[in-house]
């Protein structure tokens, strides 16, 4: 199937669901739209984001060839937990969690009318709902794509396609490498930016400058979507902590004694050129 | 003395100091500049940078009512133990350095002819050199002014005129909270950046997104200028050390077992909420 012959329902008309409406427009043959918020239900039909849009999964599911969850984490659990229940038709089945493990395993339980494949766009927005949708967010932004062991190639072929018709950059990965990396880029940071913050006195906050606010920005993060993210990807975000507490321990012991002093300077040197090759790549 | 009467030396003519330059022009009497670079000399002469410039001290700095020191730490410590043979003439003496203990016991030992108080703004840019000044970067930015004991009235009043002039808030402190407030906003953050950058897997830069960006940027500064900061103000950078570590250890906690996940949520909470109000107050 292609996408401009594909009938989609976004599950979840937030931020990401909404803005993906947006930049699937004339992608696809129809787009539906469900959110559990009738206010945004409304809004969505208001806005024309979506040609039909409900409350109720099972007024909207059965419509569609492919359903994307744009829900966070657990909310996407519960709802695959339930899907069987809501629709009899066959559908691709998509969702743009920023956790796979548990997700993928989740969609590996459903029936085999369903064809599951896991995604996650790396993108977002200093504000959220469906009145700050934007579909640039998903241009040139990494898009991981996270096949299952029975995810037909059809369904491979129209997330890739769809990759490509919002702008982002496609990038293949299994379910364990995803969490691991995303734990180290993304999840964790988050967690050593709310440790920096708790550790700094708020007496200080008239010489915050420029470098404090970038180094601490992802603390100000939506506090429930970063508790989903990090209770699924528990493990991969504890070695990360491992991780960290050792290279902050070597930095400390070259800081603490003047005669290690070269080690230090060359410990950060190291550091210097390792974010740079880390950043460079997209720069 | 008031600064439109004011002949003014620079020391260093790099960003700091030539971005100085550029925003003191028109408010003061007269503007010299020194470089220990002799082709930054002849590009501030050249720019017109300065009225008059020189590699070496002694040309300039008997000329001068008022001596800014825009050097790094280290190079400032010598340059200050070295002014009583550059110079025989009475000065007001003001520094930028971004730690303020060992630069303000270096002021303490100079002859009476020398009235020296502290000054940090604090501000910077992602470019060195010359080439890149910009008056703009002081605008709005916080400028700390540190006064010693024999500080006097005269040299206050200066100071406070200069930072009227280029645009940037005064902020008045004693050495010892400056350089533990600079710690825990500025000198410890970098710190972080560098251990998280050499905690992240290489293999992971693919799924590095906005977020990572911004909590890692300050790992590319320019490793002498913080080696400089850090040796100079590393009792308080390692206190910011003891204190992240007991910030992430609770956040770990509360993360490795499932039964915390209240407390996690409200200890992000409180981390969310402490970033928006060290934050929000230049917002």
């Known amino acids: 199937m292609k996408l401009t012959e594909t009938r989609i329902a976004i599950i979840g008309?937030?931020?990401?669901?909404?803005s993906l409406a947006r930049a699937l427009r004339g992608h696809c043959a129809a787009l539906f739209g469900v959110d559990s918020?009738?206010?945004?239900?409304?809004?969505?039909?208001?806005l024309g984001l979506v040609q039909a849009a409900s409350v109720?999964?099972?007024?909207?599911?059965?419509?569609a060839d492919l359903v994307?969850?744009?829900?966070?984490?657990?909310?996407?659990?519960?709802?695959?937990?339930?899907?069987?229940?809501?629709?009899?038709?066959?559908?691709?089945?998509?969702d743009l969690c920023s956790t796979k493990a548990e997700i993928v395993a989740a969609m590996d339980k459903l029936p085999a009318r369903f064809?599951?494949?896991?995604?996650?766009?790396?993108?977002?927005?200093?504000?959220?709902?469906?009145?700050n949708a934007d579909p640039a967010i998903y241009r040139e932004a990494p898009f991981a794509i996270v096949p299952l062991a029975r995810s037909?190639?059809?369904?491979?072929?129209?997330?890739?396609?769809?990759v490509q018709a919002i702008g982002a950059r496609p990038l293949l990965l299994d379910a364990a490498t995803?969490?691991?990396?995303?734990?180290?880029?993304?999840?964790?940071?988050?967690?050593?930016?709310?440790?920096?913050?708790?550790?700094?006195?708020?007496?200080?906050?008239?010489?915050?400058?420029?470098?404090?606010?970038?180094?601490?920005?992802?603390?100000?993060?939506?506090?429930?979507?970063?508790?989903?993210?990090?209770?699924?990807?528990?493990?991969?975000?504890?070695?990360?902590?491992?991780?960290?507490r050792e290279s902050l321990d070597g930095?400390?012991?070259?800081?603490?004694?003047?005669?290690?002093?070269?080690?230090?300077?060359?410990a950060l040197t190291r550091a210097r050129e390792r974010y740079q090759s880390l950043v460079g790549r997209r720069d």
Chains 1, 2 share one sequence.
Not at 37 to 44: C, G, L, Q, S
């Open 13 to 18: 008309l937030g931020l990401m669901g909404a």
């Open 152 to 162: 037909s190639p059809a369904a491979l072929a129209l997330t890739g396609e769809l």
């Open 178 to 244: 995803h969490d691991a990396w995303t734990a180290a880029t993304s999840h964790f940071p988050y967690l050593l930016a709310a440790a920096l913050v708790m550790a700094t006195p708020s007496d200080a906050a008239p010489l915050i400058g420029s470098g404090f606010r970038s180094t601490a920005r992802v603390a100000g993060s939506s506090v429930p979507m970063m508790m989903d993210i990090l209770t699924t990807n528990r493990a991969n975000v504890l070695a990360a902590i491992q991780r960290l």
């Open 68 to 94: 994307i969850f744009a829900a966070p984490v657990r909310a996407t659990l519960g709802l695959l937990g339930r899907l069987s229940e809501i629709s009899n038709a066959r559908a691709i089945v998509l």
């Open 37 to 46: 918020a009738p206010e945004t239900v409304e809004k969505a039909a208001e």
């Open 115 to 131: 064809d599951p494949i896991g995604g996650h766009p790396m993108c977002g927005k200093e504000t959220s709902g469906l009145e």
């Open 56 to 63: 109720k999964m099972e007024e909207i599911v059965p419509q």
């Open 251 to 266: 930095l400390e012991s070259g800081l603490r004694e003047s005669e290690s002093e070269q080690e230090l300077a060359e």
